[in-house]
DNA sequence: GATGTTTATTTGTACTACAAATGTAATTAT
DNA sequence: ATAATTACATTTGTAGTACAAATAAACATC
């Protein structure tokens, strides 16, 4: 109907476009988390809209925490949540089989890259805690889920690095479901890990970190092989 | 004002909780893509609120690709796009600073893992394409962004992970930032690559995986040396 | 000067209205 | 009777109005 001056048309709803033009503004202008924006009203007379259209915009940017909005006080920038977007959508009910099988590999990919960060990291603290969790599981003759998560959650931790942690997180329930998944396949060879918990732990206390990349290759293997069986998706 | 049967008050809007119960009613009920849903008017009746809110909820899950909606077919869910909310705030100018270090880490960390998938999936096709860009560079003295982009990519590619190439892809613009940030604080130790494109690419044609991790290693070893002089980030 | 009260402003929610798109049904022509 | 055309009904997209809630600031009162 109007176009004014919010580009082409396209096929993108307004609030499309007023979404991309209020995140531009937000970027272009180097807002920081505090600063005030203009009102919904000012908005939408600005850009030739009704308010309706600018609150659906405005809407989209608060689920990212790009904004927050307090009565009164009106609108003020904020320190955006780099997950709050994926975490809605990372759940196995919802996304594609390519994108679940992606993320399984994904999650194998990070386990193997985290050595360096480990071994300039690490304290003596770390390795404690971490010693309590492996003689803790050196009885059980089987791991459970909780117990995986328990061991790698305290090496993603020791990382240093929050944001890695937090993405690894989010990665195990969809991990875990395409490894179920597997397993109903008969696809899985059905052998012990090769290189155990407690041998990480070995490694990382007195070995290098270029050892301790080759000991979490075969600790694990089996979701290396039982993957790579699978053959690469057609995407 | 009306809390019906939406829940607890809490701190959330209307919009929230309404954003919250559609999710889960989508998840909970198995809904797949084509799949088409109850219209707007319905979900305002049956919710007890607004047309306003439900669609400031549904405008949320259009933009994570949840559900797309056509003229008189209704809205119907959709295949979510994976990345489509957090490629929306992968940018240095509003990301936090601990984040930007946070991805720089996780750039390296990929990188480093992706031997395995390599040395499974790598094919003469592949081999001859990489090996035609590292001959275009072989002349050149210093590698520009691009020429980077291109050599890495083309391994990402040769991942046969989409999701991960994607993945990297994003990280790009807040790595190369944080480098440069880096640069100007005068952090980088001022080393050249101690391992070139042209020497991966050897280790990937005729080595190993465990060869290659630690070729890797050393490709990136001033990234490494970058980041690690900086400390642990105090999140 | 401290404290209570009013007022103005801005977001949050609700409601109505109508245009655009389009599948379905009805109607007309051959 | 079948095909083509027309009219209708449904649903999203956008606009506009109205008002409640919250609260910061201005004002009034003691």
């Keep these: 109907m109007k176009a004014s001056a919010l580009g082409p048309m396209e096929s993108l709803s307004m609030t ?7 995140r531009e503004y937000l970027m272009d202008n180097g807002f920081k988390p505090g600063d005030s924006l ?29 904004i927050e909005s307090r009565t009164r006080r009106g609108m003020i920038m904020a320190q955006p949540d780099l997950f709050a977007g994926i975490e809605k959508v990372m759940s196995p009910s919802i996304l594609s089989h390519d994108n679940q099988k992606d993320l399984f590999e ?3 990919i990070l386990e193997m890259g985290i050595a360096e960060f480990l071994f300039a990291r690490k304290t003596d603290k ?14 059980l003759k089987s791991l459970s889920r909780e117990d995986e998560i328990e061991f790698h959650g305290k090496l993603y931790e020791m990382t ?17 479901h395409v490894f179920k998944e597997y397993l109903e396949k ?10 155990s918990h407690a041998d990480l732990f070995d490694v990382l206390k007195n070995g290098t ?11 694990l293997m089996p979701y290396f092989t039982t993957t790579l069986q699978n053959g690469v998706q057609t995407s």
Aim: charged share 25%; glycine share 6%; hydrophobic share 40%.
């Design 16 to 22: 499309d476009r007023v979404e991309n033009i209020l």
């Design 38 to 66: 203009p009102n919904e009203t000012e908005i939408a007379q600005k850009l030739n809209v009704s308010r309706n259209v600018v609150r659906e915009a405005l809407s989209r940017l608060r689920m990212l925490g790009l």
């Design 106 to 108: 994904l999650r194998l």
């Design 126 to 139: 770390d390795l404690e805690e971490l010693e309590a969790i492996v003689n803790k599981q050196k009885g």
């Design 160 to 176: 240093g690095n929050d944001t890695f942690r937090r993405f690894q997180t989010l990665l195990f329930p969809v991990f875990d």
């Design 186 to 195: 008969g696809i899985h060879t059905d052998l012990p890990n090769p290189v």
């Design 209 to 219: 970190a270029a050892q301790f990349r080759n000991a979490m290759y075969g600790h």
